[in-house]
């Protein structure tokens, strides 16, 4: 909306200019979202608290018993981070671009997925059943694979980071690979959201390192100096990265240990369902892999404890799954994993931005 107010001004007020550059509305993103979620916070909290108390309250099943004095700390807070990353992207965005609506499709239909279990959760603790929530992802997911596929004619090659020439052409099967990626990511960072502040700030690093390379993409000539494949307006998903930090910080205000809120199915469908799409469309599928190693290690973690223990008919490699359960009852303080996983995510988000020239 404010590219083409600019536009539109800038022969009249010559600061409009500005608003052209890609570079100056992401900066204009962060700010934007981190003072929508800062403001609105606050507000929301004092609702979700009441509700928590008339219901009862919740904690996660799958968490230490320690975790039981969080039950009244509200959750549904991705709403917040969701509402922010849409405004930011209908205000910042460019809206005659298939990129725009396709993004803010898929995060608002992920987060819908996750409100309504959460919702759900208010009164049933349970929440929907597993084959409900994965339907809803699955209708989502491919509803989004096909506006990319037949509506933005997006390239289905596969491209592997550190190799110059190096793809794979899916063809028709893209679709499946899209629908794939968008499920797992939200599961992944839907498992990593389990201590104060644990999943937010992966995914804010995650966002930049990614929507840094979506400014690359979208450049035709600094993807043809780094040798990536040039993409289409790939350079408006950084405004869409830039957007998500803002928000994680607004967040993280109110979530870091101790947390006064919680995201959320919401949140964590959302945002997961957001850095998958950041890495389609930037056709940097593959190396979000590197990005969003913390929710990879995370996922792959829940993944070895259930297969090891049906297969060994009830034994364990952890003590409890996600990993960051098993640091947790291992005697390791929460902030102390809390804060050794920030390190982690942010050293890789270096080492994705380095890929750029690793090739």
Known sequence: MLYWLGLVLKSHIFLFNVLRYITFRALIAVIVSFLITLV????????????????????????????????????M??????????????????LDIAQTWIMAFTVFGFAIVGFIDDFVKLKNKKGISARSKMLG???????SASLLYFVMHIDTHIYFPFFKSLKLDLGYFYIVFVMLILIATSNAVNLTDGLDGLAIVPAMTTAFALGIISYVA??????????????????????FGMAVVGAGLGFLWFNSFPAQMFMGDVGSLGLGAALGMLAIMSKQELTLIIAGGVFVVEALSVIIQVSVFKITKGKRVF?????????ELNGTPEPKIVVRIWIISILLAIFTIATLKLR
Do not use: C, W
């Open 40 to 75: 609105l916070s606050p507000i929301f909290m004092r609702k979700v608290t009441a509700l928590n108390r008339l219901y009862g309250g919740y904690v996660r099943e799958d968490t230490p018993e320690t975790h039981s004095k969080k039950k009244f700390v509200p959750s």
């Open 77 to 94: 807070g991705g709403l917040i981070i969701i509402l922010s990353l849409e405004l930011s992207s209908i205000l910042l965005m460019r």
């Open 137 to 143: 992802q699955i209708i989502v997911s491919f509803v």
């Open 218 to 239: 979208g450049n035709s000539i600094l993807a043809r100096y780094l040798e990536i494949h040039y993409v289409e307006n790939a350079g408006e998903l950084a405004i």
């Open 319 to 327: 003590k409890m799954a996600p990993i960051h359960h098993h640091f």
